[in-house]
């Protein structure tokens, strides 16, 4: 029992990790917007992905080095080419933990009860 | 890539072996807890037939077994058969890679089809995430951690 709970924790515990990463990937604007342009059009090579960015070469290939450690841009190579890939998986994770545990019917009618407030002092 | 071909990549990243992730792919029993109930029917070896069944026994997905590599690649040959314009797409390609790495297997899941804004692809986007997960998180703690599946397909 106390060996299963040892392995539980420490699976716990590199999770975590592996969150961290996630939420660090996701904090800089210029890495959100390269998961959004992959959004728009997956399988997208550097070039592709650089164009119309006013961002360095080498910037680019910095922030999707992180994006590919953090596990939100997967990698395939196609000869000489390297496509990336948008990874919804961890984003499905920080849902799954973050968002999904919280939505509960009582936030929901306090938002909905703001919206409403809000919208009826505005009218005014 | 070409513009005639929707590809979507999931990866995880599971600590287990590979003959373990191997064995959860592919056990009908353990499918079924990660997949939504779903049941997987195939005999597992190149070219046997394949199917898919929602938990009232109705067909969602057919095709065949195009590869079969223990324990480190599928592929299987993948239509839809129960919505007639997702059907109406032909078959799609979904590649199952296990890559041990340091203490993990790295698993990689290719859904493609050979066909500009698929929607089939589309439409199959939702699950692999909830999918993938509830598997890494049945492997890695014995608990699935959604029994049913969130938003459509």
Known sequence: ?124 | MKNDVTRFVYVTFIRTTPDRLWSALTTPTFVKQFWFGMTIETEWKAGSPWKLLFPDGRVADAGEIAAFDPPTRFVIKWRNEWKPELKAEGFSHCTFELEPLDGVVKLTVTHEIELADSKLIQAVSGGWPQILSNLKSLLETGEAALKSSVGKH
């Open chain 1, 1 to 124: 029992m106390q060996v299963f709970t040892c392995i539980f924790l420490q699976t716990q515990k590199v999770n975590m990790d592996e969150m961290d990463k996630v939420f660090k990937a996701l904090a800089d604007p210029s890495r959100r917007r390269l998961l959004d342009r992959l959004h728009v059009k997956n399988g997208q090579s550097l070039n592709e992905l650089r164009d119309g960015l006013e961002m360095t070469r080498q910037a680019v290939t910095q922030h999707l080095a992180l994006l590919e450690q953090a596990n939100l841009v997967a990698v395939q190579r196609k000869g000489r080419e390297k496509l990336h890939f948008l990874n919804p998986v961890p984003v499905y994770e920080i849902y799954a933990r973050w968002i999904r545990k919280f939505e509960q019917q009582p936030l929901s009618a306090l938002h909905d009860l703001k919206v409403n407030l809000e919208r009826k002092s505005d009218e005014k």
